[in-house]
């Protein structure tokens, strides 16, 4: 079982910064790849960026493209979302997520579909114009 725990929401200006934590604890030798994704009041998940813990390969939404960067510390089981030029329409709950799990969703990020199994209660990120 794998255990994740998002931080680094906040509220923001268009045009700004903010930097998503995401610490995994459990089983992470399993994990194969992390990933995020998005959901906004009234709206469906969105995924936003995947990377692939062995060679750290990654993959970004259009949306995001050239403004988001997805890293990890595999040594400390933490994978990073740094955000920039934010937008209001970039305003949701943000999701930390695994392939090692017993949820399931399955998102489109990159021109591939991801299944993840695992998430995390999520952070919530407010751009305002």
């Known amino acids: 079982q794998v255990h994740l725990v998002e931080s680094g929401g906040d509220s923001v200006q268009a045009g700004g910064s903010l930097r998503l934590v995401c610490a995994a604890s459990?089983?992470?030798?399993?994990?194969?790849?992390m990933g995020w994704f998005r959901q906004a009041p009234g709206k469906q998940r969105e995924g936003v960026a995947l990377?692939?813990?062995?060679?750290?390969?990654?993959f970004y939404a259009d949306s995001v493209l050239g403004r988001f960067t997805i890293s990890q510390d595999n040594a400390k089981s933490t994978v990073y979302l740094q955000m920039n030029d934010l937008k209001p329409e970039d305003t949701a709950i943000y999701y930390c997520?695994?392939?090692?799990?017993?949820?399931?969703?399955?998102?489109?990020?990159?021109?591939?579909?991801?299944?993840?199994?695992?998430w995390g209660q999520g952070t919530q990120v407010t751009v305002s114009s």
């Open positions: 990377i692939y813990t062995s060679g750290g390969t990654t």
């Open positions: 997520a695994a392939n090692l799990g017993f949820t399931f969703t399955s998102l489109w990020i990159g021109s591939r579909w991801v299944d993840f199994r695992e």
């Open positions: 459990g089983s992470t030798s399993g994990i194969a790849y």
